[in-house]
């Protein structure tokens, strides 16, 4: 080989070599992100799970979680260490879902605006990153996010396709701090007008039957008031269980295929 076609073969592979570097750094990060929102001045700090296979030429369908009472800080890491996260752990397969995961500041509640409105906020800055379809947009959470799943839920029911609400309620257990639901936890009947509110959204609630830190009425109530609105609702509850319902709902694979059948379209 002459000195000439050495260099243009040297002159071709370099080029595709720098070619290639751009694309290589571009590749799309998967996996448990973090990731920080600001709402009120105030920025928190969050986790994304991406789909290892995501890519931006499709919509992706989404789930927000909201973790239970035991995960509340800043740090942005231990909501994914309960619930739905290990679920993605131990099933990564069962999950072609962007989820978003907010945390919840100690000593409050999901249901307080400043709590809902990052979450939200995360909600939506993660559609926009990740090519989240607006149309199969999901809320689920456990315990005090099960109370926040039904809070949410039901003020932003446009929002979501389906609602998966885990050993939660309306009427939250003594010694919590104050919340922006106490008027309607007062209330005679608080689940009625939840109920109303949710309206057609698909629901499907779980509960453990022996669960002694938030009662299993809550939940029967719910269900109840839902049937009696006329709500599409779903019901399974765990005789024996006690509060950590969340690992055999999240470990049920037959309630992500349940969530990808709903549409928002499908609600109109």
């Excluded at 928190?44 to 979680?65: A, C, E, G, T």
């Excluded at 005090?144 to 039901?154: A, H, L, N």
Aim: charged fraction near 20%.
């Amino acid at each position: 080989m002459n000195s000439r076609k050495r260099g243009i073969i040297i002159g071709v592979v370099l080029c595709g070599m720098l070619a290639a570097g751009p694309a290589w750094a571009r590749r799309a990060e998967t996996g448990f992100l973090n990731r920080v929102v600001t709402e009120g001045g105030v920025a928190y700090d969050y986790q994304v799970f991406v789909p290892r296979n995501w890519n931006k030429n499709s919509k992706w369908p989404v789930i927000l979680f909201l973790h239970g009472y035991g995960e509340e800080g800043d740090d942005g890491l231990v909501q994914t260490g309960e619930g739905i996260g290990n679920a993605i752990r131990n099933h990564v397969d069962r999950f072609p879902f962007i989820v978003v995961f907010p945390q919840c500041r100690k000593k409050d509640w999901w249901t307080s605006a400043p709590m809902e409105a990052q979450a939200l906020k995360a909600l939506d800055q993660t559609i926009k990153e990740f090519k989240g379809d607006s149309q199969r947009v999901y809320l689920t959470g456990l315990s005090m996010g099960g109370y926040g799943t039904w809070d949410i839920g039901s003020k932003h029911a446009e929002r979501f396709a389906a609602l998966v609400p885990i050993c939660g309620g309306i009427r939250r257990p003594s010694g919590h701090p104050p919340a922006d639901t106490q008027d309607v936890e007062n209330a005679p009947d608080p689940y009625a007008p939840v109920a109303q509110k949710i309206g057609k959204t698909p629901v499907w609630v779980f509960h453990g039957g022996a669960d002694h830190t938030v009662p299993v009425t809550e939940s029967r109530k719910m269900v109840e008031a839902l049937k009696a609105a006329g709500g599409d609702v779903r019901y399974t509850e765990y005789e024996g269980v006690g509060h950590n319902s969340w690992d055999k709902a999240y470990d049920t694979s037959e309630l992500f295929t349940w969530m990808l059948s709903h549409t928002l379209s499908q609600k109109q």
